[in-house]
């Protein structure tokens, strides 16, 4: 049988797998566009690119600090920052051109050769890390600290380059025809190629694509073999492949985004779908599902600062007759099986905003808000007469016998009344009820409740 998991596992794989072979087929059968075009929409593009970056980078950040034992985070945060930042080094170098020349061109060729360079060897080390993470390798955090070492490089490295502090002897571009040179257009390409194919190969087989968050690092990868093609495809930087490059980073960066804030908002709702279950076990009895005793009593105290002459408050105790004699005639299991009966019972035979609770082991109270002596005394009376009425067969042999139950009754309006003497008086009409013969319900005296608040 396929669980839930699983199958969600293989509708993961076969979306990246469709989405590949699309995107392929879309962009090498396309054709060719000869037109050569300025550096002027770049700006725009890397300032988006970036700050996309910048954003995954932080939530990768966030993500690690909930989960600290993820170490393969760490470098994934660290390429996105990374390469946001290298971005926004080579606007820096386009602005600080004041025509687009040759050289502003090999620049940022140069400053994107750096940013992938950065960015492949830290997804091999992320994965890595995730293949090796439950081992605990003692060399965990000297990778950690050297993915550092190779954001700062590399990083320096590009700051020093675009300040004409340093020189490197990289010319990746033809500075007449702004043709690709090799070996970048051979070789290099075919190198990176492999290299983001066996990130695929490794993605793919170390984590199935089980979460949104494996997904979208698979797009990323994706992105960046489709770049590289794209790159291939054209022959010169000023050609349309550049934009084209550029346009498939920008629409994987925003893929990463969208999945990224899917996978946050599941977590949130799975959290809160958590946080609700615990609530809710908290405050409800495990076997009948009614309130507890905590909560009734809680609940109680809250109505009670809300009550007026126009908005009584009543509570109902009740009790089964002779309980004992079930668990001891027909055993402790089929006393249960009454005991959650007579919950749905009650449960039913209530209005919509009364609290129906299990405060001790056969013994129930009801809360009615806004209720009144004889109306709370006709919803004790039709449970009465509910419950005496059940037969073996009415109840699938629930009820092993005949059962009956006591009640007893206290209606305030009183706001200053506190909530253990509303439930004293209740407990003791219940226990009139069962010295008067049980199987009745008896309203706590008026006068009674005058005298004990004398």
């Given at each position: 049988m396929i669980t839930s998991l699983q199958k969600k596992h293989k509708n993961n794989i076969t979306f990246f797998s469709l989405l590949s072979l699309g995107a392929f087929l879309l962009l090498w059968f396309a054709p060719l566009n000869s037109s050569h075009y300025k550096l002027s929409l770049y700006p725009v593009i890397a300032t988006f690119t970036g700050a996309l970056h910048i954003q995954i980078g932080s939530f990768m950040i966030m993500n690690y600090l909930s989960y600290r034992k993820n170490k393969h985070l760490l470098p994934l945060a660290c390429a996105f920052h990374s390469s946001g930042i290298l971005l926004f080094i080579a606007l820096y170098v386009y602005f600080s051109h004041s025509v687009e020349t040759s050289l502003v061109f090999n620049d940022i060729a140069t400053l994107h050769a750096i940013r992938i360079t950065l960015t492949t060897g830290l997804f091999i080390v992320a994965l890595y890390l995730y293949k090796k993470e439950k081992s605990r390798q003692k060399y965990h955090n000297v990778i950690v600290y050297s993915v550092f070492l190779w954001c700062i490089l590399h990083?320096?490295?590009?700051?020093?380059?675009?300040?004409?502090?340093?020189?490197?002897?990289?010319?990746l571009i033809n500075p007449t025809?702004?043709?690709?040179?090799?070996?970048?257009?051979?070789?290099?390409?075919?190198?990176?190629?492999?290299?983001?194919?066996?990130?695929?190969?490794?993605?793919?087989?170390?984590?199935?694509?089980?979460?949104?968050?494996?997904?979208?690092?698979?797009?990323?990868?994706?992105?960046?073999?489709?770049?590289?093609?794209?790159?291939?495809?054209?022959?010169?930087?000023?050609?349309?492949?550049?934009?084209?490059?550029?346009?498939?980073?920008c629409l994987g960066s925003m893929a990463v985004m969208t999945v990224l804030m899917s996978d946050i908002f599941h977590r949130f709702k799975a959290s809160r779908q958590a946080y609700e279950l615990s609530y809710e076990n908290s405050v409800r009895d495990p076997m009948t599902r009614l309130f507890n005793r905590g909560y009734f009593y809680n609940s109680l105290s809250n109505e009670i600062k809300n009550l007026t002459p126009q908005k009584p408050l009543s509570i109902i105790f009740c009790d089964i007759d002779h309980f004992k004699s079930v668990n001891d005639t027909w055993g402790h299991l089929q006393g249960d099986r009454v005991i959650i009966k007579l919950a749905e019972l009650m449960v039913s035979l209530v209005r919509e905003l009364d609290?129906?609770?299990?405060?001790?082991?056969?013994?129930?109270?009801?809360?009615?808000?806004?209720?009144?002596?004889?109306?709370?005394?006709?919803?004790?009376?039709?449970?009465?007469?509910?419950?005496?009425?059940?037969?073996?067969?009415?109840?699938?042999?629930?009820?092993?016998?005949?059962?009956?139950?006591?009640?007893?009754?206290?209606?305030?309006?009183?706001?200053?009344?506190?909530?253990?003497?509303?439930?004293?008086?209740?407990?003791?009409?219940?226990?009139?009820?069962?010295?008067?013969?049980?199987?009745?319900?008896?309203?706590?005296?008026?006068?009674?409740?005058?005298q004990d608040t004398v």
């Open positions: 990083l320096t490295v590009a700051i020093f380059y675009s300040i004409n502090a340093v020189s490197l002897p990289l010319q025809t702004f043709e690709w040179l090799h070996p970048w257009h051979g070789l290099f390409i075919f190198v990176f190629i492999s290299l983001w194919v066996g990130i695929v190969f490794f993605i793919l087989s170390l984590t199935k694509l089980k979460n949104q968050f494996w997904l979208s690092m698979s797009l990323v990868a994706l992105s960046n073999i489709l770049i590289f093609t794209t790159l291939f495809k054209y022959s010169h930087m000023n050609s349309a492949g550049w934009y084209l490059a550029r346009g498939v980073e609290i129906v609770a299990r405060i001790g082991g056969e013994e129930f109270a009801i809360l009615l808000p806004d209720c009144h002596t004889q109306r709370a005394q006709n919803i004790a009376e039709r449970i009465r007469k509910q419950v005496e009425k059940a037969t073996p067969a009415s109840t699938n042999g629930d009820f092993p016998r005949t059962i009956t139950v006591s009640l007893g009754i206290v209606s305030s309006v009183d706001c200053t009344m506190a909530a253990e003497q509303l439930a004293d008086w209740a407990d003791r009409a219940l226990y009139m009820a069962k010295n008067q013969g049980r199987n009745q319900t008896v309203v706590f005296p008026k006068a009674l409740m005058s």
